[in-house]
């Protein structure tokens, strides 16, 4: 049992470069979060899928989509890159939208954008 | 708005002496409250969570935290830190999104202990 694992672990971009970040659980969790970690500003919530097919706004999703096609996986897609974007990324998943679910996170995936 | 302050963003204690780390919310209803550690290069790990019952929450690691209505407050305590506890520490509320059933977690922007040996 991996938990939730995150590809790749380290990423340097160009400006105007694409790419797609995966983060896959083996809890069969319905509920999967993608969030980005800036020093100070704490986590702050990307985008979120409620179970496959469907995926929602966080409170930071300019410049991102992503993509529920399987349960177990959750993509975060960065179609042009911006120095912005150089953030730590984090994926985490929940067995259900229970209010006191607590969140199970991957390891992070961490990304420049020169 | 729901939201999360963390006073302290640096704390230093020595290995042994006790530890309080501050959390406070605003929130309009009934709050869940969570406190999450990340060690160095690591994702973030549950420590403890209130969301009933005792206001005295016991947590893994040896953690404990005290949830004050009156004071909005979740601070989370440990009566010896050892060298291992230095990580930052994220104190985090779940709430309802506007419209619908689901949740989602709002963190405060961290408090990094570090411990001297």
């Known amino acids: 049992n991996a938990g939730v694992t995150q590809t790749p672990k380290f990423r340097v971009l160009k400006t105007g470069q694409s790419m797609t970040l995966l983060c896959a659980q083996d809890?069969?969790?319905?509920?999967m979060y993608w969030y980005r970690q800036d020093p100070g500003m704490g986590l702050r919530l990307i985008h979120y899928?409620?179970?496959?097919?469907?995926?929602a706004k966080g409170e930071v999703p300019d410049g991102y989509n992503v993509s529920r096609l399987k349960k177990q996986n959750f993509l975060l897609g960065l179609e042009s890159a911006a120095p912005s974007q150089t953030s730590v990324y984090f994926c985490a998943s929940t067995p259900r939208q229970g209010v006191a679910d607590t969140q199970y996170f991957g390891p992070g995936t961490r990304l420049t954008v020169l | 708005a729901q939201s999360v302050t963390q006073p302290d963003i640096h704390i230093t204690v020595s290995e042994g002496a006790s530890l309080e780390l501050r959390c406070n919310y605003s929130y309009g209803a009934t709050p869940y409250l969570f406190w999450y550690v990340q060690s160095p290069g690591q994702g973030l790990q549950l420590l403890l969570k209130y969301f009933s019952g005792d206001t005295l929450v016991q947590g893994i690691k040896g953690f404990e935290a005290e949830f004050k209505r009156s004071q909005s407050s979740f601070n989370l305590r440990k009566p010896s830190v050892h060298w291992s506890d230095a990580a930052e520490y994220f104190c985090a509320v779940t709430h309802g999104i506007s419209g619908g059933s689901n949740y989602k977690l709002t963190f405060g922007k961290g408090t990094l202990l570090t411990v001297n040996p």
């Open positions: 899928s409620v179970g496959e097919g469907t995926t």
């Open positions: 809890m069969n969790h319905e509920y």
